[in-house]
């Protein structure tokens, strides 16, 4: 890994958040949804990363990508519940118990 998003290559960090033009990208909805002129959203979109991610948090993201679940607020993961009617927290490991 790097230190500094804009010294990873392959990253879009240069374009977003440094205004490096290329003919890659195409600024999407949410990208645009950061600032209405260009200096604002390179500015909201580098604050984006100011901030470190500590590790329990990598850990919960970890988990959730590999598991296939949803992470954040209870409140989220049941509205996710009602509206893709898909379980997103992990089940019980192992058979279902036969009743009788």
């Known amino acids: 890994m ?9 990253s879009s960090y240069q ?5 490096k033009v290329s003919g ?9 949804a950061l600032g209405k002129s260009t200096d604002e959203r390179l ?7 100011r901030h470190h991610v ?5 850990t919960d ?4 990508v590999n598991k ?5 607020s209870e409140g989220f993961k049941e509205q996710i519940e009602r509206r893709y ?3 997103v927290v992990p089940g019980k490991a192992g058979r279902p118990r036969i009743e009788g």
């Open 2 to 10: 790097v230190e500094d998003p804009g010294d990873y290559y392959w």
């Open 15 to 19: 374009c977003n958040a440094l205004g």
């Open 24 to 32: 890659l990208l195409n600024p999407h909805k949410e990208y645009l």
């Open 43 to 49: 500015n909201n979109y580098r604050e984006l990363f």
């Open 54 to 58: 500590d590790e329990e948090m990598i």
């Open 61 to 64: 993201i970890r988990e959730a």
């Open 68 to 72: 296939g679940i949803a992470i954040g």
């Open 85 to 87: 009617h898909r379980r």
